[in-house]
């Protein structure tokens, strides 16, 4: 019998496949990336886990050509001009590329020795970024698995600035407490939960009309919790908020921050990126100001997942929030240090993702950024405008990002006929969109994340619109 191990590791037979894959992958995204494909091939979950059960019962395979010829079908096709869904990249080829690159080596990050191109790299990234955010040379940063997880970790760091909670378990010194719009994404109602702030712990500051943290309110929200005796030792701006991409004035409320000696941490998880556009970069007007920020490079940075930047106004902050010892893996805990990345990430095992991003900066430069920005950017604003002109259809917003909500308004009961044209257009599978409820009203909801996308594909998708709602 042949050895298994002789198997799995023939390099021969990694090239026939590997340059297989390849082919079978460009004659995916060829097809895709002209639009005739549908963005999402719906499937219920039933019949969806019916059919991979039924694949693996039919007995082993030898060439995994069919098998992940399989998943493609089966999966979103987020190269599609028409997907506008979820604030997931649409990823860069060479990105994709630097990806097996990484997981073939899969160098560990946490101690420098096992990951020590990936540590290096990412600190120029992360040096990188920090600088366009206009932050000094005091900053710091590292790239983790996540904005949900980048959100946790900077919540402990705010809570180990201001709290022994990290040493002394959970009896802190005076009640604790975060403040937050109530717009926030919930992955940070979730890190509070977490940490054990919990409800009485999250005090959420409303929005105003444009979906903005009502900073007129924070002073009065703030004496409130002083005098009850609570410390907010956090507050949390949105850059951009989730529901409808709108961007907190983080300017004033560093003021505030600032005034009562408050962390503040910027979750520009999707819109932080605006900072390498001239133009849009006025949105985060004061981010430098920020304890800590978050950007995802998979969310606006054309990166797969995940690959996640936390940037500390202060290198000291970024290395405390996890002051452990692990002798066994690093000699003195308090050093220093930038190249071993476990001390200040929640991951001990860690991808070497730092190389998808300087793959794309190496290749292509800060303008693929800046470029990616200003399009999608300037397509939701031409969009909102073309849809302010259409009598049956509303928007929800003027658009700040490149998330527009919006709705048909031809009919009685809006909220039913936007139900019925999200479900009956996630059937149809030719665009793949979402939806959201803004005070308590359905809106259709885009994300426009592919740079290939023109007005043509959004007009396609209003013309689909009409001869759903016109079905029904
Ligand atoms: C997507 C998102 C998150 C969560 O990030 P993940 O990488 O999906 O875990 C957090 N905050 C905001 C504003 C987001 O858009």
């Not at 021969?12 to 590997?18: E, N, S």
């Not at 969310?299 to 940037?311: G, V, Y």
């Not at 991808?351 to 999608?376: D, N, P, Q, R």
């Amino acid at each position: 019998m042949e050895d298994i191990f002789s198997k799995v590791f023939d390099p021969v037979d990694f090239q026939r496949k590997g340059h297989a894959l390849i082919d079978l992958l460009s004659e995916h995204i060829t097809s895709v990336v002209n639009g005739k494909v549908k963005a999402i091939p719906w499937e219920s979950p039933e019949k969806q886990l019916e059919f991979w059960k039924r694949d693996l019962n039919e007995g082993q395979v030898t060439d995994p050509t069919c098998l992940f010829k399989n998943v493609m079908d089966r999966s979103v096709k987020l190269h599609s001009p028409k997907y506008f869904g979820h604030q997931t990249s649409v990823p860069a080829f060479d990105a994709v590329l630097a990806g097996l690159v990484s997981e073939l080596l899969n160098n560990g990050m946490g101690v420098y020795e096992m990951g020590m191109a990936g540590n290096a790299i990412e600190k120029v990234v992360i040096d990188l970024v920090a600088h366009k955010m206009g932050f000094s040379n005091q900053a710091a940063g590292f790239i983790t698995s996540g904005g949900s997880l980048g959100n946790l970790t900077a919540l402990l760091a705010a809570r180990a600035a201001s709290s022994k909670v990290w040493t002394n378990g959970s009896r802190p010194e005076q009640d604790l407490a975060i403040m937050v719009s109530e717009q926030a994404h919930y992955s940070v109602y979730r890190a509070a939960k977490i940490i054990g702030l919990g409800e009485q712990g999250i005090i959420k500051v409303p929005v105003d009309d444009n979906h903005k943290i009502r900073c007129d309110l924070l002073e009065q929200i703030y004496s409130k919790q002083a005098d009850a005796g609570v410390k907010v030792f956090c507050m949390i701006a949105c850059a951009a908020s989730t529901a409808i991409g709108a961007y907190d004035d983080i300017e004033t409320i560093a003021k505030f921050c600032d005034r009562h000696d408050i962390w503040l941490h910027t979750d520009g998880a999707h819109g932080a990126a605006v900072v390498f556009s001239q133009k849009y970069k006025e949105l985060v007007k004061g981010i430098e100001q920020s304890d800590s920020v978050l950007l995802d490079f998979h969310k606006m940075m054309m990166t797969p997942s995940l690959s996640t930047s936390l940037i500390f106004r202060s290198k000291e902050s970024a290395m405390h929030t996890f002051s452990q010892q692990a002798h066994y893996l690093w000699n003195d805990q308090q050093a220093d240090e930038w190249y071993n990345s476990g001390k200040r990430t929640f991951e001990c095992t860690k991808a070497m993702s730092s190389l998808k991003i300087y793959t794309l900066l190496k290749m292509h430069g800060l303008e693929l950024f800046s470029s990616y920005v200003e399009k999608t950017y300037a397509l939701a604003r031409e969009f909102a405008i073309f849809l302010n002109f259409e009598n049956d259809f509303e928007i929800a917003h003027t658009p700040e990002s490149n998330v527009l909500c919006f709705r048909y308004k031809k009919g009685n009961d809006l909220n039913q006929i936007n139900n019925y044209i999200r479900q009956a257009l996630l059937e149809d599978g030719e665009f793949y969109i979402v939806q959201t409820t803004l005070n308590e009203n359905v809106y259709l909801r885009i994300s426009l994340m592919n740079p290939l996308t023109e007005m043509s594909h959004l007009r396609g998708l209003v013309q689909k619109i009409r001869e759903l709602a016109n079905l029904r």
